[in-house]
Nanobody, 118 residues
Framework: QVQLVVSGGGLVQPGGSLRLSCAAS????????MGWYRQVPGKERELVAT???????NYADFVNGRFIISRDNAKNTEYLQMNSLKPEDTAVYYC????????????WGQGTQVTVSS
């Protein structure tokens, strides 16, 4: 079992920045591929970015160099630095953990609202 606690959402103006954090507990953090997803009402949850234990990253096309996913295996925490935010980035953001070898071991953190508005 993995428990994920998300923090860092809020209201930001267009062009601004936010950093989300996801603290994990309950299992061996480095065994998991970590990710961020987002969801807006009426739409499916979509991938934002993922990062392996070794630091390999993958981003959705819409990120276009604006976001950076990272992790600190010593602190059992992953981060999402979001820069140049746009109104269309407004969504509930979720932290995700998938075991590197047992793909059915999938865990979600609670969502955090990110609102980009002037």
């Amino acid at each position: 079992q993995v428990q994920l606690v998300v923090s860092g959402g809020g209201l930001v103006q267009p062009g601004g920045s936010l950093r989300l954090s996801c603290a994990a507990s309950g299992s061996i953090f480095r065994m998991y591929v970590m990710g961020w997803y987002r969801q807006v009402p009426g739409k499916e949850r979509e991938l934002v970015a993922t990062i392996t234990s070794g630091g390999s990253t993958n981003y959705a096309d819409f990120v276009n160099g604006r976001f950076i996913i990272s992790r600190d295996n010593a602190k059992n925490t992953e981060y999402l630095q979001m820069n140049s935010l746009k109104p269309e980035d407004t969504a509930v953001y979720y932290c995700n953990a998938v075991h590197s070898y047992v793909y059915t071991h999938v865990y979600w953190g609670q969502g955090t609202q990110v609102t980009v508005s002037s």
